[in-house]
């Protein structure tokens, strides 16, 4: 892979790491359902502009996190899955178990 085709995938992490910090399971990637949109997530995450501020929301602090960013190309579908009882938001007893 050249350093060009590698610098393009680069951000697309910021996706995954929004997603832990929000509290979505990453295993929903497995399943048919959310396969194809978390690929179009990362997608979009690769070409976004806010690259600034992802980093910064990036390492506020957890607790003042109140769901997805309003400048995120994501932020729809970030919700969506926050409010999925089946793969979104872990509560402190769960992942504690």
């Known amino acids: 892979m050249s350093s060009s085709s590698h610098a393009a995938c680069a951000p697309a992490a910021n996706v995954d790491t929004m997603m832990d910090r929000l509290g979505i399971d990453?295993?929903?990637?497995?399943?048919?359902?959310?396969?194809?949109?978390?690929?179009?997530?990362?997608?979009?995450?690769?070409?976004?502009?806010?690259?600034?501020?992802?980093?910064?929301?990036?390492?506020?602090?957890?607790?003042?996190?109140?769901?997805?960013p309003a400048f995120c190309p994501n932020t729809d579908l970030l919700w969506e899955l926050v409010c999925d009882r089946a793969i979104g938001r872990r509560t402190h007893a769960a992942s504690a178990l």
């Open 26 to 68: 990453q295993g929903c990637r497995v399943a048919p359902r959310f396969g194809l949109t978390l690929c179009c997530a990362l997608r979009t995450c690769s070409s976004c502009t806010a690259r600034d501020a992802c980093a910064q929301w990036l390492v506020s602090e957890p607790e003042l996190l109140l769901g997805p």
